[in-house]
Structures are given as structure tokens and as C-alpha cells.
């Protein structure tokens, strides 16, 4: 995974690009080796802050960790990256697998005709006459329908997940719902319009305006 290293009023040492380049391996083996990576490093008074950020084919990861000292908060942004990761592989892997188990459960079951046993074959002229029936025989056709899907119950979210209670900008709302894993974030501008941002089934952030 190629990693491109930032940093802000602090100093990389190479202990850091290495626990650094480590914790990227990782995450290249669940999101594959065509992602790239940026790691800023900077500093706020005291508190160290490290802001991880993982391009993937059709996913971004952004994640961030807070410390005393930049060891700790990178640990805590590629840790907190890498369950990101996990969670998107598994998500994909879910879809992947529902089409099968829908068909399978609307295809219907196979028919076994039962074998008839051969019946003996009598003497012309000893049987009797053959009676024809001459009412007509009516085909009836059979269909099968497929298994109706169950419905889910819907989930309920509190107002405290949902609402972001200071105003932000777009780009800090991404931030944010990707940080805390949300799927569902209202919140509004610095200008006062309110935003609805929240997660489609393909896993993409969908940003609706509300007039």
C-alpha cells in the first residue's frame, strides 16, 4: 500500500513511519493492495493528534486518535481504520452472498415422477373390448411462486446519535459519521440549512438537503 506521511509543528521519527507502515499491511490485506494511505501528524498544545486516511477501490476509511504522545494516537487511528475496514469487508460479503440465498429460496423444489410398473401384456384375442372416453381431457398448469421476503423491523435511533448538536461543514460531517460509524447524521451548516447525510446499501454516503 503506498503511505504518504504529513506532519504538522512535529517531528516523524522512524519509529513512527515503521509502526506506521506496519499497521497499513494490515489493512492492505483486508481492503487489497490498490488502496492508498495519508497519515497526518500534528500537534494541539499537549495533545498529539494523528488523522488516518485510506482511499479503496470503493470505500474511504477516515480515522483519528488523540494522546499524549504520537505512538499512542497512531495506534489508537490505525486500530480504529482497521475495525473500519473489517466492518466494510463483512458488509460487502453480506451483499454478496443474499442474491444466492434468495434464489435458492425461490426456485422450486424438483418433481420425482414415480416409476410405473410395467404392466403384462394380455392376448388380443381374448380382451375384451376397449371402452374410448370421449369427454376431452383439460390441461391445468401449475405455478410456482417464489418465497415472499421477510420484512425487517425498522431501527430505532435516539436523538443523540442522530443530530449533531454545533453546526459543521460537509466535509466535517464525512468526518464524523465515518469516525463514530454512524449511519444516519442530521445536521446543519454554519449557514443554517439543514443536511441529512446517511448510508446507502451499497456502503457510499448519500448527502440530502432539506429545504
Not at 490485506?29 to 494523528?50: E, P, W, Y
Not at 480504529?80 to 466492518?87: D, I, K
Not at 460537509?170 to 446517511?198: Q, S, T, Y
Amino acid at each position: 500500500m503506498e503511505v504518504e506521511f504529513t506532519a504538522r509543528k512535529v517531528r516523524i521519527t522512524r519509529d513512527l513511519r515503521t509502526l506506521a507502515e506496519e499497521g497499513m499491511e494490515r489493512i492492505a490485506l483486508i481492503l487489497g493492495k490498490s488502496a492508498r494511505a495519508s497519515i497526518v501528524f500534528s500537534a494541539l498544545k499537549r495533545l498529539q493528534i494523528v488523522e488516518v486516511t485510506i482511499q479503496a477501490r470503493l470505500h474511504t476509511i477516515v480515522a483519528e486518535g488523540e494522546a499524549e504522545s504520537l505512538q499512542s494516537a497512531l495506534r489508537q487511528a490505525i486500530a480504529h481504520a482497521e475495525s473500519q475496514a473489517r466492518r466494510h469487508r463483512d458488509r460487502r460479503m453480506s451483499i454478496k452472498r443474499k442474491p444466492q440465498q434468495e434464489n435458492a429460496l425461490a426456485a422450486p423444489p424438483p418433481v420425482r415422477h414415480k416409476a410405473r410398473a410395467v404392466q403384462p401384456v394380455a392376448d388380443v384375442s381374448e380382451e375384451e373390448p376397449v371402452r374410448t372416453d370421449k369427454r376431452a381431457r383439460a390441461s391445468i398448469a401449475v405455478h410456482s411462486f417464489p418465497a415472499r421476503k421477510a420484512v425487517a423491523e425498522p431501527r430505532i435511533v435516539t436523538s443523540g446519535e442522530a443530530f449533531a448538536l454545533k453546526p459543521m461543514t460537509m466535509e466535517e460531517a464525512v468526518k464524523d459519521a465515518e469516525f463514530r460509524d454512524r449511519d444516519l447524521l442530521i445536521f446543519h451548516n454554519p449557514d443554517g440549512k439543514l443536511f441529512v447525510l446517511h448510508r446507502r446499501r451499497d456502503n457510499q454516503l448519500e448527502l440530502v438537503e432539506i429545504p
